[in-house]
């Protein structure tokens, strides 16, 4: 398994400005996602963070705003810009072991937008 | 395209009854499936997995059935228990090796 923190677990933020959640595993990891889940909903893809080059998002889903970051193997970190409160969502980091495995999943960030 | 869904949102249950979550997939190409258990203000968590070469797995107390001809997913709970009470997730890894997720189930236990 792999135990995933993520900070902060909850925010409240006002429209228009950026939020940066970050995501520490406590051991090397092949491959690290990043969910949203809306409220009462199941989780959708945002993008796979990629370990020195750009993330690779999802239909939908853009680097101008949710840029993301991941400088190492146990490491990432997704911003939220420009918010609005159809951004208010929990927001999951996810890594995998390897191929073929099952994805571990961190507690998520609540973001609620004013 | 790719799909993962449930059939039912919501599934009342007595306590110690029997509990039957069902998922539908469209993709024929995937080979592997995840059933994920989440309670309230928690991540998901891995309950149990089952790969396209076999029909049935079972752990403690859970069991997946797979069904590659209709494309079926189930997670058979037994003996439901209070701490069950969440929702359920079943997911489907894809050729990319990403995790997608379906709809989700809310199993409520009654007393």
């Known amino acids: 398994s792999a135990v995933i923190s993520q900070k902060p677990s909850r925010d409240i933020c006002q429209r228009g400005t950026s939020l940066t959640i970050q995501c520490q595993v406590d051991?090397?990891?092949?491959?690290m996602f990043w969910y949203r889940q809306q409220p009462g909903q199941s989780l959708t893809l945002i993008a796979t963070?990629?370990?020195?080059?750009?993330?690779?998002?999802e239909s939908g889903f853009v680097i101008d705003k949710f840029p993301i970051s991941r400088p190492n193997l146990t490491f990432s970190t997704l911003t939220v810009s420009n918010m609005s409160p159809e951004d208010s969502s929990i927001y999951l980091c996810s890594v995998k072991k390897g191929r073929g495995t099952e994805a571990f999943f961190g507690q998520g960030t609540r973001l609620t937008v004013v | 395209g790719e799909s993962v869904g449930l059939h039912l949102p919501t599934l009342s249950v007595q306590e110690g009854d029997n509990s039957i979550i069902n998922c539908a997939y469209s993709?024929?190409?995937?080979?592997?499936f995840i059933w994920y258990k989440q309670e309230s203000g928690k991540g998901p968590q891995f309950i149990i997995d089952?790969?396209?070469?076999?029909d049935k797995r079972q752990g403690q107390r859970v069991t997946v059935l797979l069904n590659k001809t209709v494309k079926h997913l189930s997670l058979q709970i037994a003996a439901t228990q209070p701490g069950d009470s969440a929702v359920y997730f079943c997911?489907?890894?894809?050729?990319?090796?990403?995790?997608?997720f379906g709809k989700g189930t809310r199993l409520h236990i009654l007393p």
């Open positions: 089952i790969r396209s070469n076999m």
């Open positions: 993709n024929s190409a995937s080979d592997y």
């Open positions: 997911a489907e890894n894809n050729r990319d090796d990403k995790i997608i």
């Open positions: 051991s090397q990891v092949t491959m």
């Open positions: 963070a990629n370990q020195g080059s750009e993330a690779t998002y």
